[in-house]
């Protein structure tokens, strides 16, 4: 199989992966919500592997295909190179707090996790969400050249 159909096939599974994530993150907030801590525990846990498991993914299909240009233009290239560029600002500056987040709860530090979470978890969707959006753009509304 060639490095190009490794990342081809790749693309999707990221593209689930970022979905699972979003649903783990929705549930953990619904549990949390509900004081169902032991669901809500579990449902993080979740979005973290899924997340992790995508990170993995994309650093190997970046390096089998590299990047790729987006086929569109005008209005729709400036939407998705703005989006794009959010999402990976973003993607990249979760990390430390997720990270922070597994400490201050591994530590039973719940405050301050819990203040540390109201700030993370939008973003953290916001990253989920424009992964999945990205990938639709890029891989089946305009394609790629």
Do not use: Q
Not at 76 to 90: A, E, G, P, R
């Amino acid at each position: 199989m060639s490095g190009e159909a490794i990342g081809n096939f790749l693309a999707p599974v990221n593209a689930a992966l970022n979905l699972t994530s979003t649903i783990c993150l929705l549930a953990g907030f619904y549990f949390i919500k509900n004081k169902e801590t032991r669901l809500h525990r579990r449902a993080m846990l979740g979005a973290v592997g899924a997340s992790a498991l995508f990170l993995v993914f994309y650093l190997v299909r970046y390096s089998l295909t590299g990047t790729h240009s987006f086929a569109g233009s005008g209005l729709s290239k400036t939407f998705y190179l703005t989006l794009l560029f959010s999402h990976m600002v973003l993607a990249a500056a979760i990390v430390p707090m997720i990270l922070r987040l597994l400490f201050l709860a591994w530590r039973s530090r719940f405050d301050a996790h819990a203040r540390l979470a109201r700030l993370t978890f939008p973003i953290w969707l916001y990253v989920s969400l424009s992964g999945l959006l990205v990938y639709l753009l890029l891989y089946h509304l305009y394609g790629y050249v």
